[in-house]
């Protein structure tokens, strides 16, 4: 039988070795920053800064709830208090009904996710199935047809408005009238409905 000669096999490299130099520890740096990520997801991304108090949108003219400063204390507590769970509160006085229009933004969604459901990206606002503000009949208070999520978060801010004596009027999940203030426009609103 015939031998054949044989070459020996080439010699292969370890593959760092052949990479160069830079392109090995740039892959080397992007998976540590990358394991620092899905370690603590707030590493990749500077927090927004948050407020002691709530934002109150302006308004163009005064209006029966912003005459009110027992409301403007009570909502600096509701501030606070979400402050604390990772949120912020931004309300306004609508001039038109005279009651106060809330959203409830994110700040830190790892702490907001103990208290609220849904996509809890920071500097968005609490899903609540409808913008803040928007006179659509899916904002009306006892609206249904939304996701388990959504209908849960308009059940705690109602909760939480009402331990600071604010009730949610019927138009919509955002409109609230402090207790023993009501709205300019009482006839347009059913206030028994309270």
Same mark, same amino acid.
């Given at each position: 039988m015939p031998v054949l000669p044989t070459t020996p096999a080439p010699r292969r490299l370890h593959p760092s070795v052949?990479?160069?130099?830079?392109?090995?520890?740039s892959s080397v740096a992007v998976a540590l920053w990358? $394991?620092?990520?899905? @370690?603590?997801?707030?590493?990749? &991304?500077? $927090? *927004?800064?948050?407020?002691?108090?709530?934002?109150l949108w302006e308004h163009a003219a005064p209006a029966p709830c912003d005459k009110? *400063?027992?409301?403007?204390?009570?909502?600096e507590r509701i501030g606070r208090e979400l402050q604390s769970h990772g949120m912020a509160l931004q309300a306004t006085c609508n001039t038109t009904s005279g009651g106060w229009v809330v959203?409830?933004?994110?700040? =830190?969604?790892?702490? $907001? @996710?103990?208290?609220?459901?849904?996509p809890l990206a920071d500097g968005q606002a609490v899903d609540m199935g409808t913008p803040a503000g928007a006179a659509r009949s899916e904002a009306a208070a006892g609206a249904s047809g939304f996701s388990p999520d959504v209908l849960h978060n308009r059940r705690w801010l109602r909760a939480l408005m009402?331990?600071?004596?604010? =009730?949610?009027?019927?138009?919509?999940?955002? @409109?609230?009238?402090?207790?023993? &203030? *009501?709205?300019?426009?009482a006839a347009d609103t059913d206030l028994a409905a309270r």
């Open positions: 052949a990479l160069p130099f830079a392109t090995r520890w990358l $394991a620092a990520c899905v @370690h603590s997801p707030q590493a990749a &991304v500077s $927090a *927004p800064v948050l407020q002691g108090e709530p934002t009110a *400063p027992a409301a403007r204390s009570a909502l959203q409830v933004q994110v700040v =830190d969604g790892t702490k $907001a @996710h103990k208290v609220v459901r849904g009402a331990r600071h004596q604010f =009730d949610n009027l019927p138009d919509a999940w955002w @409109h609230f009238a402090q207790r023993g &203030v *009501p709205p300019a426009q």
